[in-house]
């Protein structure tokens, strides 16, 4: 089973407007990451979050990461159409650092 | 520097045979990981490879297995291909030192496997 589970499976927003995924995990991890995909191409990273870390910004992208609740969230600002993708969270266990495990991904839509 | 290669883009095989697919990491890159990516199942860890020796498996039956030679490049193989073994098969490559840095992967394109 997954690591990871994402919420929500699918968003379809305006652009210009914010997207909000989130993420929940089972165990206890290093760190967190966010990838994206396109249209079943290969990911690509978008940041990561250290598990001592509660929140970062990169660029149009803010991730929070609640270790109490298991759960991070990825915060994409004032959409663009080239944002339309799938978004996956990826954690490896705190016991085994090189095995990374990815949640089941929320296909971002962003209407024009 | 040039990305993750993988060999072959698309494969199409008959339930019964046998595939080998290919991985070229990023030049230094030292670990190869490998996901197979279905619609029902998502990304699911297959196995990492570091220095050629197996560091890490997912939860794939033994017609899953895998190599990697000297040169970091990394062989994936599935034996007695069944129908749900279609999907895209992902490779990814990651430097092992530097901080943060070597947490993060590098993706290949994908070999989309079809089996009829």
């Known amino acids: 089973s997954q690591q990871g589970e994402e919420d929500p499976q699918a968003l379809s927003i305006q652009e210009g407007e914010n997207a909000t995924m989130n993420c929940s995990y089972k165990t206890s991890i290093n760190n967190l990451q966010w990838y994206r995909q396109n249209s079943g191409r290969g990911l690509v990273h978008l940041i990561l979050?250290?598990?001592?870390?509660r929140e970062k910004h990169s660029g149009r992208l803010r991730v929070t990461l609640d270790t109490s609740k298991k759960s991070s969230s990825l915060l994409i600002t004032a959409s663009r159409a080239a944002d339309t993708a799938s978004y996956f969270c990826a954690t490896d266990a705190s016991s085994s650092a090189s095995k990374i495990i990815f949640g089941s991904g929320t296909r971002l839509s962003i209407r024009p | 520097k040039a990305g993750v290669t993988q060999t072959p883009r698309y494969l199409i095989k008959t339930r019964g045979q046998q595939v080998t697919l290919s991985c070229s990491p990023i030049s230094g890159h030292r670990s190869v990981s490998w996901y197979q990516q279905t619609p029902g199942q998502g990304l699911q860890f297959l196995f990492e490879?570091?220095?050629?020796?197996?560091?890490n498996k997912g939860n794939f039956p033994g017609r899953f297995s895998g190599r990697q030679f000297s040169n970091s490049r990394s062989e994936m193989n599935v034996s007695t291909l069944e129908l749900g073994d279609s999907a895209l098969y992902l490779c990814?490559?990651?430097?092992?030192?530097?901080?943060?840095?070597?947490?993060?992967?590098?993706f290949g394109p994908g070999t989309r496997l079809t089996v009829t």
């Open positions: 490879y570091f220095s050629e020796t197996q560091r």
């Open positions: 990814a490559s990651r430097a092992t030192s530097g901080g943060d840095a070597s947490y993060e992967q590098y």
């Open positions: 979050i250290r598990s001592n870390e």
